[in-house]
Every structure is written in C-alpha cells, then in structure tokens.
C-alpha cells in the first residue's frame, strides 16, 4: 500500500479512537484528472458546529472536526461534482466547502432525501477547504467523498 493511500486510513482509524486530532489530506487537481471519479474514504462527525466553521450561523446543519476532512487545491478552473455519502444508509452525513474567497457551500440529505452534493459547478482555481460532518455532535459515521467532472447521483 503506498503512503497516500496508507496515511488517510491510518489517521482516520487514530482520529476515530480519539488519538490524534484530524489531519487534513491535501489533493491537488486539474482538469481531467485520473481515476474519475475520485473516491475518499474516512470518518465523518466531531463536536464543532458547521454552520460556526462556515462563517454562516443557521444556514449550514452538522458538527465536524475543527479542521477540514480535505484542502482541494485547483490548478485551473474545472467543473466539479462533489458527493459525500454515508457508508451506512442511515448515517446522517453533511457536507461544507469552502473557497478561499470565503464562499461556502452547504449540503446535507434534508433536500428530497438526497445525498449531500455541491452539484456540478465550475470552480475556480484556489484552495477549497471540504469537512464532510454528521447531523449530530460527536456521532462518528464512515463515508465516501466522490469528486468528478462528470453529474453524480
């Protein structure tokens, strides 16, 4: 197993026993990126709010780590599909993104039952920061985050 894909798992399983605090992976894309779509696997869920962490009281729902799950660095604009999904059916999982412009993007399954999606926009390039959370505090779910170029569902 090589170290990218051995340290998520490793930091995940150490943040999920409460060893260590929440490392952010970084991921650097461009257009028509490799192995699309992208598949991330890890912990959802901590104690701080997101809708404090978005900068947007109210409009965000969930509680994650004070650190993002991901920093997604864009290399040049792209249109991007972002999907986060529990790995158990009934995990209440949310999602925020933020840019470095301080735009945010909120999304959990309240919508039509939906998984949580910043449907496909074209982002910029820049530093995005992404905590995938759980709708309760301190209620750890597993989760997949799917990144694409492509509508996801």
């Known amino acids: 197993?090589?170290?990218?894909?051995?340290?998520?798992?490793?930091?995940?399983?150490?943040?999920?026993?409460?060893?260590?605090?929440?490392?952010a992976e970084?991921?650097?894309?461009g257009p028509h990126f490799r192995n699309d779509p992208l598949r991330l696997r890890g912990t959802a869920g901590g104690n701080e709010p997101v809708a404090r962490l978005a900068g947007n009281a109210g409009r965000c729902r969930g509680f994650a780590?004070?650190?993002?799950?991901?920093?997604?660095?864009?290399?040049?604009?792209i249109f991007l599909d972002v999907l986060a999904y529990g790995d158990n059916p009934q995990a209440d999982v949310?999602?925020?993104?933020?840019g470095a412009d301080g735009t945010?993007?909120?999304?959990?399954?309240?919508?039509?039952?939906?998984?949580?999606?910043?449907?496909?926009r074209r982002f910029a390039?820049?530093?995005?920061?992404?905590?995938?959370?759980?709708?309760e505090a301190n209620r750890p779910?597993?989760?997949?985050?799917?990144?694409?170029?492509?509508?996801q569902r």
């Open 125 to 135: 390039p820049g530093t995005y920061q992404i905590w995938v959370a759980t709708g």
């Open 94 to 98: 949310t999602l925020l993104m933020r």
């Open 26 to 29: 970084t991921l650097t894309l």
């Open 104 to 120: 945010v993007w909120c999304a959990d399954r309240e919508y039509r039952g939906r998984s949580p999606q910043v449907a496909r």
């Open 141 to 151: 779910a597993a989760y997949t985050l799917s990144l694409s170029e492509f509508p």
């Open 1 to 23: 197993m090589n170290a990218r894909k051995f340290w998520p798992v490793l930091s995940t399983l150490l943040v999920g026993l409460g060893a260590v605090p929440a490392i």
């Open 65 to 77: 780590q004070a650190q993002p799950n991901y920093t997604l660095v864009l290399q040049e604009p």
